[in-house]
């Protein structure tokens, strides 16, 4: 085991960009992006997805992962992933043979022919959760919409209009909106029962979802919610003598998770077109949480940066108050990277399973996201 304090890192700003440049390379100037068969990815959501908008909003570093650690494994620089390398997206980018999607505010970058990623660390469907310090759902829709009058004015209406369709539309939301109640000194859950408050979350999002739509989305690859009492820091919220999950959040997770199979379903018969994947997310990591070997894993419970108990503390790199945290030798045992989210090596394996039907996995609904990016 490593131990760190905030001194002990120091990376020159010169090799970041040049770094951050050529990590987000588009395509040449050849690609026929008014092909029918060309399909770009659009990424909306939190900090399962995030590639770095938030390095770019003035925020904290709590909603930031722009510092070592982070992102150690793959890119060997920090480029605000919430990991120690790649995410979901960006293994589903490489399945798709299209380059790493880039963040929207990223600086430089305009061409949006390949998609482009408009995720935010701690955002969630409503607009209250961390409101002020991260780019809500709302707000990632507004900007799909410049994307979209910024794609109609390079290629015309008809051609927008066939990349659009043909794209894939990928989210990962909610998790804070629930979140947020139990790290904060909200008193939401009291003025609201869970029911209702899922519905809240739920209807912001499927409003969103419909939003996109209009303006040309059709196939749409959703990640539900994992279980959000069981990560490590969330089960250091209860007492010392207990170290099982927090059943309160995990159940609000669940009832999620649900509600939102049951509205796309009805989306699928109401809105002429609309395709969705939906990756039952929380069932693949419950499983690896309690059976980590099977994934080749060490430690399912335990995070590998961090302080305190599971390493559950939100310390890791030194940079939100606590300057002392611990780092693991090795995060590809680990599941969990920090006190919520996971390894790049977790996020392979889930990556795999969610772009195709792998044997045990959970796809909801009749597509897998590899179906999506094939000639349909």
Sequence with gaps: MKFFTTTSFIFFHIFFIIALVSETQTLGTKTNYR?????????????????????????????????????????????????DG??????????????LVPPFLQSGFNQYYNGVNFASGGAGALVETF????????????????????????????????????????????SNDYLSPFLTNSDVLKYYSHLEYVSMVIGNFTSTIK??????????????????????????????????????????ASIHNQALNVVLLKFEKQLNGFKFSLYDYNSDVTQMINHPLKYGLKEGKLACCGSGRFRGKYSCGGKRGDKHFELCEKPNEYLFWDS??????????LAARMWNHTENSRNIGPYTINDFFQDM
């Design 35 to 83: 092909s029918n068969k060309y399909i770009p990815l659009f990424i909306f959501g939190d900090s399962y997805l995030d590639a770095g908008n938030n390095n770019c909003i003035n925020t904290t570093t709590y909603d930031q992962a722009n510092f070592l650690p982070y992102g150690e494994t793959y890119f060997n620089f920090p480029t605000g992933r919430f990991s």
């Design 86 to 99: 790649r995410l979901i997206s960006d293994f589903i980018a490489e399945y798709a043979n299209i380059p």
């Design 131 to 174: 409101q002020g310090s991260v780019i809500p759902l709302k707000t990632q829709a507004r900007n799909f919409k410049k994307v979209t009058t910024w794609l109609r004015h390079k290629l015309g209406n008809s051609d927008s209009k066939t990349l659009l369709s043909n794209g894939v539309y990928m989210f990962s939301i909610g």
């Design 211 to 252: 939003e996109i739509y209009k303006r040309g989305a059709r196939k749409f690859a959703i990640l539900n919610l994992p279980p959000l009492g069981c990560l490590p820091g969330t089960r250091i919220l209860q007492s010392q003598e207990k170290a099982s999950c927090l059943e309160e959040l995990s159940s609000l």
């Design 340 to 349: 919520y989210h996971l390894t790049e090596s977790a996020y392979k394996q």
